[in-house]
């Protein structure tokens, strides 16, 4: 049973909590006692992807909890808010629906109180890991990680470990499994990994569908209560990638900027900004038609 409130989001539905209320929701998760519970970081990507993996899009679909972790979701929400409203109703819909994306941009830069009366924050993957390492000292939670390069030259999934051990020196982090071992083990042998070690919660640091169907696949075969996916977490925390300065994640644009800053060369660069130019207007068109 949810004790959150949803809000419908392109046909997925997104739960409109804060941070701090998320924590209630674990909480009731592991008082319940049931496995498999799936938490689901989700940004403007997962629609475009869902559309064409049709196993990303159950587990999207299939998920304890959807997490709004991109603006672009809450600029949606706020975007269907007003379009039940009776503004422009007389116009033709596209041209309706393009007034009203540029009405809520005016307001996620001048007045954006009006835009978080949907879904009121940001749950941000990538920053979500340190509150939930701390609730699981707290809460004497077992905890696995799952991803991360394990080669001579990277070796992300055990220096992440290390890192949250620093910070966390009371978090039981009882197994780390290196991502790039996926080739070699199938999904379901990890999920039977993971069992022996009785993980509470298992955080995943993997490619966002890859990460996210492997929760809805095998999550509850590993026997944890809980999952979530935090993708490039682990590099960060490995000093493998440097995070975006905190000033772009503010104004919500890393979801723009970290694909192309992350690049070395040009042609890589402009590989990146073509596909982010690509998803990006297959999104507006799927929004103006919605």
């Not at 030259?153 to 020196?169: I, T």
């Not at 966002?208 to 809980?226: C, D, M, P, R, V």
């Not at 996916?229 to 590099?235: A, E, H, I, S």
């Amino acid at each position: 049973m949810k004790n959150f409130k949803e809000i419908d989001v392109l046909g997925y539905k997104i739960a409109s909590i804060t941070n701090s209320n998320l924590f209630k929701v674990i909480d009731s998760i592991i008082a319940e006692g049931s496995v498999g519970n799936h938490l689901m970081t989700v940004n403007s990507e997962y629609f475009l992807k869902g559309d064409t993996i049709p196993e990303f899009s159950k587990a999207v679909h299939d998920a304890r909890a959807r997490l709004a972790d991109g603006v672009v979701l809450l600029l949606i929400a706020r975007l269907h808010q007003l379009q039940e409203e009776n503004s422009f109703r007389n116009l033709p819909n596209m041209i309706r629906n393009s007034l009203l994306i540029f009405r809520t941009g005016y307001e996620w830069f001048l007045t954006r109180d009006k835009v978080t009366n949907t879904i009121p924050e940001r749950i941000i993957g990538s920053q979500i890991i340190h509150p939930l390492c701390r609730y699981a000292s707290r809460m004497n939670l077992r905890v696995a990680l799952y991803g991360g390069l394990d080669t001579p030259r990277y070796n992300v999934g055990s220096k992440a470990g290390e890192r949250l051990k620093e910070l966390y020196p009371e978090l039981k982090i009882v197994d780390i499994y290196p991502g790039n071992r996926q080739e070699t083990l199938r999904g379901e042998d990890v999920a039977i990994h993971f069992k022996k070690s009785q993980p509470d919660i298992i955080i995943t640091g993997l490619a966002n569908h890859i990460g996210e169907t492997w929760l809805n696949q095998h999550l509850k075969a590993s026997g944890a209560k809980i999952g979530i996916n935090l993708g490039v977490t682990f590099d960060y925390l490995s000093g493998n990638k440097k995070p975006m300065p905190k000033w772009i994640s503010k104004i919500g644009l890393e979801w723009l900027l970290r694909p192309i800053l992350s690049e070395n060369s040009l042609s890589s660069t402009f590989n990146r900004i073509s596909r982010v130019a690509k998803n990006f207007s297959h999104l507006f068109i799927k929004i103006i038609n919605s």
